[in-house]
T-cell receptor, first 116, second 116 residues
Framework: DAGVIQSPRHEVTEMGQEVTLRCKPI?????LFWYRQTMMRGLELLIY????????DSGMPEDRFSAKMPNASFSTLKIQPSEPRDSAVYFC??????????????FGEGSRLTVL | GNSVTQMEGPVTLSEEAFLTINCTYT??????LFWYVQYPGEGLQLLLK?????DKGSNKGFEATYRKETTSFHLEKGSVQVSDSAVYFC???????????????FGGGTRLMVKP
């Protein structure tokens, strides 16, 4: 079974450009999470969805960031306009929730973004 | 609120040395506890987990015991290898907060470097 798939793996862009990161969660999972990882801040939760509905976006740093999940098999994280301080590795993770479950998250390999 | 505190790195060891990475937590409910590992250039992978007090999670020679009385989940390995060099994250999932699904609270990560 395929894991969480993210694209692109690497993105280099110039300040001011729009960036779109994509994620395909594991089939059957009903939760999807976007994380950002930097040396300074570590791993930060940006936003998460349940059944395609955004539940908590309090971690989104500013209005330049937006995320959508139009269906159960696809999500995007968009940065417009991008800035050098947005340079980071962005991870998507998915899980399924059931009463008595252990709560494991399955991570993609990440999208490394460099904004020049 | 929930939080996870783990020892800061980097931890530098020689091959075959004993490893301990400390992790303590605070939680409002009855969390499951996890250790995730991140190898260079990759996403986070589940290393081991424990779902209730006194459970011991184990995998690839690593062990951690869920200690409710000390709110700890320390990671140990008797003899580390160069291939264990990675960043290790302690995390908890609070099942009492149903709205959060499987949202994990992560510690800051501990980098382990094993020298031959």
């Amino acid at each position: 079974d395929a894991g969480v798939i993210q694209s692109p793996r690497h993105e280099v862009t110039e300040m001011g450009q729009e960036v779109t990161l994509r994620c395909k969660p594991i089939s059957g999972h009903d939760y999807l999470f976007w994380y950002r990882q930097t040396m300074m801040r570590g791993l930060e939760l940006l936003i998460y969805f349940n059944n395609n509905v955004p539940i908590d976006d309090s971690g989104m740093p500013e209005d330049r960031f937006s995320a959508k999940m139009p269906n159960a098999s696809f999500s995007t994280l968009k940065i417009q306009p991008s800035e050098p301080r947005d340079s980071a590795v962005y991870f998507c993770a998915s899980s399924y929730y059931r009463v008595g479950g252990t709560g494991e998250l399955f991570f993609g390999e990440g999208s490394r973004l460099t904004v020049l | 609120g929930n939080s996870v505190t783990q020892m800061e790195g980097p931890v530098t060891l020689s091959e075959e040395a004993f490893l301990t990475i400390n992790c303590t937590y605070t939680a409002t409910g009855y969390p499951s506890l996890f250790w995730y590992v991140q190898y260079p250039g990759e996403g986070l992978q589940l290393l081991l987990k424990a779902t209730k007090a006194d459970d011991k999670g184990s995998n690839k020679g690593f062990e951690a015991t869920y200690r409710k009385e000390t709110t700890s989940f320390h990671l140990e390995k008797g003899s580390v290898q160069v291939s264990d060099s990675a960043v290790y994250f302690c995390a908890l999932s609070d099942h009492m907060n149903n709205n959060a699904g499987n949202m994990l609270t992560f510690g800051g990560g501990t980098r382990l470097m094993v020298k031959p």
